[in-house]
């Protein structure tokens, strides 16, 4: 069974810094792109980046550029994502997903973001 | 990166057929056939139900269904149920990123 489980969120302050895991299990996580997505609370989707198999290809939207960082972990089967410079708009409900380049398949039930003083 | 366009709420009776559009540009749906549709329940996480625009991944029910013309993708869910009732999001790809449509909810009358 494919299980994805997020973990590392919190309560952080403006310009603070966190890093999520992804822990994952079920399927060969080396073979796979994997994404983050988040959710502010009682707001829609937002996608937020995506990493090749081999690491070699990412991409992030430009709301995160520059402050996240994704990383992926093939010895650990763990998909990271380094958020550093945090503010109150990053605050959401955090995803990984597993999918390919274009869509993803299976979704993580999320952790919990909020940036706030 | 402006969100996919998607009316904020729809809905029909048990049995009968509702319809969601997204609307993006040529530089996502009008430009690839890489439209996704995601069903998500309150504080659960999101399920796919449509990938490559029309194509079901195995196990949810043949009742949904996708569709593209130019730059609006659509899904139906036909034959309404009580558990249909959600929040749909279309995504797409969109070269250097995907993105995701503002959603909409689904209620069952």
């Known amino acids: 069974e494919v299980q994805l489980v997020e973990s590392g969120g919190g309560l952080v302050q403006p310009g603070g810094s966190l890093r999520l895991a992804c822990a994952t299990s079920?399927?060969?996580?080396?073979?796979?792109?994997m994404h983050w997505a988040r959710q502010a609370p009682g707001k829609g989707l937002v996608w937020v980046s995506r990493?090749?198999?081999?690491?070699?290809?990412?991409r992030y939207a430009d709301s995160v550029k520059g402050r996240f960082t994704v990383s992926r972990d093939d010895a650990k089967n763990t998909l990271y994502l380094q958020m550093d410079n945090l503010r109150a708009e990053d605050t959401a409900v955090y995803y990984c997903?597993?999918?390919?380049?274009?869509?993803?398949?299976?979704w993580g039930r999320g952790t919990l973001v909020t940036v706030s003083s | 990166q402006s969100a996919l366009t998607q009316p904020p709420s729809a809905s029909g009776s048990p049995g009968q057929s509702v319809t969601i559009s997204c609307t993006g540009t040529?530089?996502?749906?009008?430009?690839?056939?890489?439209v996704s549709w995601y069903q998500q329940h309150p504080g659960k996480a999101p399920k796919l139900m449509i990938y490559?625009?029309?194509e079901r991944p195995s196990g949810v029910p043949d009742r949904f269904s996708g569709s593209k013309s130019g730059n609006t993708a659509s899904l139906t869910v036909s034959g309404l149920q009580a558990e249909d009732e959600a929040d749909y999001y279309c995504?797409?790809?969109?070269?250097?990123?995907?993105?995701f449509g503002t959603g909409t909810t689904v209620t069952v009358l």
């Open positions: 079920g399927f060969t996580f080396s073979t796979y792109w």
């Open positions: 490559d625009v029309s």
């Open positions: 995504s797409s790809y969109a070269y250097n990123n995907n993105v």
């Open positions: 040529s530089n996502d749906v009008g430009g690839y056939n890489y």
């Open positions: 990493i090749n198999s081999d690491g070699s290809s990412i």
């Open positions: 997903a597993r999918g390919n380049m274009v869509t993803t398949h299976y």
